[in-house]
């Protein structure tokens, strides 16, 4: 999980720092969904929106 975050956080940070486009930002965790549902226990399903918040907050935060 900790690597998951530190990934979200920074794709986020080099989306804005690259300006690309803001919506790469959901690419991550919806690989992470599909992951989810073939591979992982259902509980797994909350990490995406914690992976999608990180996501955003980095991509926020980036000057």
């Known amino acids: 999980m900790i690597i ?4 979200a956080i920074i794709l986020g940070s080099l989306i804005k720092a690259n300006r690309v486009h803001w919506v790469l930002l ?3 965790p919806l690989f992470f969904l599909l992951g989810v ?5 259902n509980y797994a399903y909350y990490f995406t929106i914690i ?3 990180t996501s955003y907050i ?3 935060l980036t000057s």
Request: glycine content about 6%; hydrophobic content about 55%.
């Open 51 to 53: 992976y999608l918040s």
């Open 58 to 60: 980095a991509y926020g």
């Open 4 to 7: 998951n975050t530190l990934a």
């Open 26 to 28: 959901w690419l991550f």
């Open 37 to 41: 549902h073939f591979f992982l226990p």
